[in-house]
């Protein structure tokens, strides 16, 4: 894979039981919920995507505290983060994932949909939210810079 391919970011939205999944479109502009899979099978689900989609980058949702600290959950996340970039050997960063499941439930009420039916949605809707965030903040500092 040529690094000009690898355009794409994948945001996660860690969780203690499935992980959300979600993708940028190649500009990094727009981030869409992919799938939600069981924490134990996370790592060959990036595998599997890795060969569809080339990303450049792991966006991971960081799940600090309301006092802004971390917490176990937090460590957790950060030992899962590394573990993809060494396996994977692509920049992964932590992105506060303040109120992301919230912000999807939110948008599935939204759309008419009942997220305590529809859990693994919630968690790729989340994931989504977190990858959208970061790619916003991007954009802002880009256009900063310009």
Known sequence: MADNQAKRILGIDYGTKRVGIAISDPLGII???????????????????????????????????????????????????????????????????????????????????????EKPSVDKIAAAVILQSYLDERKEERQVQN
């Open 31 to 117: 981030a869409s919920p992919l799938e939600t899979v069981a924490r134990k099978r996370v790592v060959d689900k990036i595998e599997e995507i890795l060969q569809e989609f080339p990303f450049k980058k792991i966006v991971v949702g960081y799940p600090l505290r309301t006092d802004g600290k971390k917490g176990q959950r937090a460590e957790e996340v950060e030992k899962f983060a590394n573990k993809l970039e060494k396996i994977f050997t692509i920049k992964t960063e932590l992105w506060d994932e303040s109120y992301s499941t919230v912000e999807a439930e939110r948008i599935m009420r939204t759309a008419g949909r009942k997220p305590s039916r």
